[in-house]
Antibody, heavy 120, light 105 residues
Framework: QVQLQESGPGLVKAAQTLSLTCTVSRGSISSGDYFWSWIRQPPGKALEWIGYIHSSGKTYYNPSLESRLTISADTSKNHFSLRLSIVTAADTAVYYC????????????WGPGTVVTVSS | QMTQSPSTLSASVGDRVTITCRASQSISSWLAWYQQKPGEAPRLLIYKASSLESGVPSRFSGSGSGTEFTLTISSLQPDDFATYYCQQYNAFPRTFGQGTKVEIK
């Protein structure tokens, strides 16, 4: 069974860049059947779709974050990454990576999530 | 925009529970349902509005198309007390509903 694991700093200073990596095990991010996704959840709030990257390199971003967001992939390391610049307290959230399966059109495998706090 | 109702639902073990998700425009059948327990990642329950994800108990079912969708739990079990989210796959960005918390009555 494919597994995903987020990693990165749990604390980021305001105005700086948040960087997270999602390592995929027991599966390859080079498969064309999946979009490798990021989702976040502010404390006590609903899920927010951030964006995703396909093995072709194509990316789709949430317009609300697009100006600050970069999602990239490193097939040699079998991981994909998120960079969100100029963060504010509103970016404090649990960040999840997940696999968007083109066959079921849904996020069917999730990482456990990582807490990121933006400090002033 | 995806709007779920109710926001909170109080129910007892054995109850039949229905959660509604409405889309601001037609999304055909491009809807998924997730279950999330505190401190855990969401788990896919239903995709394409009515298809049950592998390993999900058959007491969960989904229906609907266009703009109105429902998630039904036929007989609520103790493990089902959680928050449920719908998500549309018709357009970008892939938006979620605000969630429905199912509480013990």
């Amino acid at each position: 069974q494919v597994q995903l694991q987020e990693s990165g700093p749990g604390l980021v200073k305001a105005a700086q860049t948040l960087s997270l990596t999602c390592t995929v095990s027991r599966g390859s991010i080079s498969s064309g059947d999946y979009f490798w996704s990021w989702i976040r959840q502010p404390p006590g709030k609903a899920l927010e779709w951030i964006g995703y990257i396909h093995s072709s390199g194509k990316t789709y971003y949430n317009p609300s974050l697009e100006s600050r967001l970069t999602i990239s992939a490193d097939t040699s390391k079998n991981h994909f990454s998120l960079r969100l610049s100029i963060v504010t307290a509103a970016d404090t959230a649990v960040y999840y990576c997940a696999r968007d399966d083109t066959w079921v059109h849904a996020l069917n495998i999730w990482g456990p999530g990582t807490v990121v706090t933006v400090s002033s | 925009q995806m709007t779920q109702s109710p926001s909170t639902l109080s129910a007892s073990v054995g109850d039949r529970v229905t959660i509604t998700c409405r889309a601001s425009q037609s999304i055909s059948s491009w809807l998924a349902w997730y279950q999330q327990k505190p401190g855990e990642a969401p788990r896919l329950l239903i995709y394409k509005a009515s298809s049950l994800e592998s390993g999900v108990p058959s007491r969960f079912s989904g229906s609907g198309s266009g703009t109105e969708f429902t998630l039904t739990i036929s007989s609520l079990q103790p493990d089902d007390f959680a928050t449920y989210y719908c998500q549309q796959y018709n357009a970008f960005p892939r938006t979620f509903g605000q969630g429905t918390k199912v509480e013990i009555k």
